[in-house]
């Protein structure tokens, strides 16, 4: 199995180097098929350049200009686009993504699922220098999604995640030109009943350039896709699920090769999941 590795890349000149080469190193120790593609995002500081030099020593490594309107998730549809492999992680430019982890999602990839899906905020993850407001944001706004969709997924506005090829076909098209689509591919996979992993992963804030999300921007965009998707789930009568989708079957696994639950076992679910979404 092919893994392609999306990195989006807004004027990240400061920090895409580092990202990219330690994405590369740990996907080659691993043995693993790989690509990156890294979508420039309207770049004006030489990102691209930057993409291009490791590219000269890495055939694996490309960059492409986004042939769409500058924004997050304009960028990552670009390279939903066109990355070739037969799975696809979405990783920040910014190395706040452990590599590491994208070996784990990997796994769990080739374990049969569907979707390998991160958490910053259960039992063996780890966060560093993770800014106070934002941090309280998140968990308020990731405690809301978990009450409306009764995943057990408490950190679903994460990007980075990865999908299976089918599951992104599958979920097209996409609405979200900025950071809500962070929140449009995970919801809508479970809602269409893709299984989905769910791991602790290593976190740590960016050490150069700026954040490129703007908090008071996105409160409305996050409501709508919540909305939309919600809406999907309950008013369309499973037209978008998947081939064979059996609710009995639907499975999920937490934690690093710990327990195997069904969606709807809430008590198992709760046990499994420590509650500190607050």
């Given at each position: 199995m092919k893994l392609s590795v999306v990195i989006p890349a807004h004027n990240e000149v400061g920090s895409i180097g580092a990202t990219v080469s330690a994405v590369a190193d740990a996907l080659r120790q691993a043995r693993i098929e790989y690509e990156i593609v890294v979508v420039d995002d309207a770049s004006r500081d030489g990102t691209a350049?930057?993409?291009?030099?490791?590219?000269?020593?890495?055939?694996?490594?490309?960059?492409?200009?986004?042939?769409?309107?500058?924004?997050?998730?304009?960028?990552?549809?670009?390279g939903l686009d066109v990355y070739e492999g037969d799975a696809v992680a979405i990783v920040m430019a910014d190395l706040s993504d452990s590599p590491a982890n994208i070996v784990d999602y990997y796994r769990a990839l080739q374990d049969g699922y569907d979707c390998a899906f991160g958490s910053r905020f259960v039992a063996g993850a780890e966060v560093h220098d993770y800014p106070r407001l934002?941090?309280?944001?998140?968990?308020?706004?990731?405690?809301?999604?978990?009450?409306?969709?009764?995943?057990?997924?408490?950190?679903?506005?994460?990007?980075?995640?990865?999908?299976?090829?089918?599951?992104?076909?599958?979920?097209?098209?996409?609405?979200?030109?900025?950071?809500?689509?962070?929140?449009?591919?995970?919801?809508?996979?479970?809602?269409?009943?893709?299984?989905?992993?769910?791991?602790?992963?290593?976190?740590?804030?960016?050490?150069?350039?700026?954040?490129?999300?703007?908090?008071?921007?996105?409160?409305?965009?996050?409501?709508?896709?919540?909305?939309?998707?919600?809406?999907?789930?309950?008013?369309?009568?499973?037209?978008?699920?998947?081939?064979?989708?059996?609710?009995?079957?639907?499975?999920?696994?937490?934690?690093?090769?710990?327990?195997?639950?069904?969606?709807?076992?809430r008590a198992a679910t709760a046990a499994a999941a420590p509650d500190v979404d607050g």
């Open positions: 350049g930057v993409v291009a030099e490791l590219s000269a020593a890495n055939p694996r490594v490309r960059c492409v200009r986004s042939h769409l309107r500058p924004g997050f998730g304009f960028a990552v549809r670009a934002k941090l309280w944001l998140n968990r308020l706004v990731n405690l809301a999604i978990r009450s409306v969709f009764r995943h057990g997924y408490n950190d679903t506005t994460n990007a980075f995640k990865a999908y299976r090829r089918e599951v992104i076909d599958s979920v097209a098209p996409l609405l979200s030109n900025h950071f809500n689509l962070t929140v449009e591919l995970p919801l809508k996979a479970v809602v269409r009943g893709y299984s989905y992993a769910v791991m602790p992963i290593s976190w740590r804030n960016r050490a150069a350039g700026e954040s490129k999300l703007h908090l008071k921007e996105m409160g409305s965009r996050y409501l709508f896709v919540v909305l939309y998707v919600w809406l999907e789930h309950h008013l369309t009568r499973g037209d978008y699920r998947r081939p064979g989708f059996e609710p009995a079957r639907f499975r999920r696994r937490f934690g690093p090769g710990l327990h195997e639950l069904a969606r709807d076992d």
